[in-house]
Antibody
Framework: EVQLVESGGGLVQPGGSLRLSCEGS????????MSWFRQAPGQGLEWVAN????????YYVDSVKGRFTVSRDNAKNSLYLQMSDLGAEDTAVYYC????????????WGQGTLVTVSS | DIQMTQSPSTLSASVGDRVTITCRAS??????LAWYQQKPGKAPKLLIY???SLESGVPSRFSGGGSGTEFTLSISSLQPDDFATYYC?????????FGGGTKVEIK
């Protein structure tokens, strides 16, 4: 069974940093593009970042460029999101997701990890 | 950025009803359009990709249609498990963008 499990969320002060992790299992992690999405409380979905299988290509939404860094360790079947200079607008549930076998959409997604930015 | 506009934002329907959700894009998508279902407290689930292709394991009562800038998600006979929020997503260009969502409620 394909599974993605996020961790690392929590409460962080404005201006602080946090590193999210996502461990994949049940599939060949190194064969897939991976993505991060987020969803603010009561709001819709927002794409955050994509990373190619070997990490050689990365894409970000403008609102996180220069503050967030996506990376991966294929030997550990793990995806990461390093977040810095966090603001209240970054408060959200963060989901990792794998590219679907059917193409450049994403499925499945992990269960999500909540990041709360507050003093 | 490509803007995605969904309508309606809320839809009240009964079990057995046929429902249709519309998604409009600000640019031609060449069918790079997906639909997701999300239930409260859960992660989104892919239903439809490439505008009209049914993801494996998704019930056949779900169907996607449209082209260009206007797309639809239809549920032929609404089931109790289908009450959820539905999102369209364009993946033609970065940044990937979503519609605002349509909440399907019990009438």
């Amino acid at each position: 069974e394909v599974q993605l499990v996020e961790s690392g969320g929590g409460l962080v002060q404005p201006g602080g940093s946090l590193r999210l992790s996502c461990e994949g299992s049940g599939f060949t992690f190194s064969s897939y593009w991976m993505s991060w999405f987020r969803q603010a409380p009561g709001q819709g979905l927002e794409w955050v970042a994509n990373i190619k299988q070997d990490g050689s290509a990365k894409y970000y939404v403008d609102s996180v460029k220069g503050r967030f860094t996506v990376s991966r360790d294929n030997a550990k079947n793990s995806l990461y999101l390093q977040m810095s200079d966090l603001g209240a607008e970054d408060t959200a549930v963060y989901y990792c997701a794998r590219y679907a076998d059917s193409g450049p959409t994403t499925d499945p997604w992990g269960q999500g990890t909540l990041v709360t930015v507050s003093s | 950025d490509i803007q995605m506009t969904q309508s309606p934002s809320t839809l009240s329907a009964s079990v057995g009803d046929r429902v249709t959700i519309t998604c409009r894009a600000s640019q031609i998508l060449n069918n790079w359009l997906a639909w997701y279902q999300q239930k409260p407290g859960k992660a989104p689930k892919l239903l439809i990709y490439k505008a009209s292709s049914l993801e494996s394991g998704v019930p056949s009562r779900f169907s996607g249609g449209g082209s260009g800038t206007e797309f639809t998600l239809s549920i032929s006979s609404l089931q109790p498990d289908d009450f959820a929020t539905y999102y369209c997503q364009q993946y033609k260009t970065y940044p990937v963008t979503f519609g605002g969502g349509t909440k399907v409620e019990i009438k």
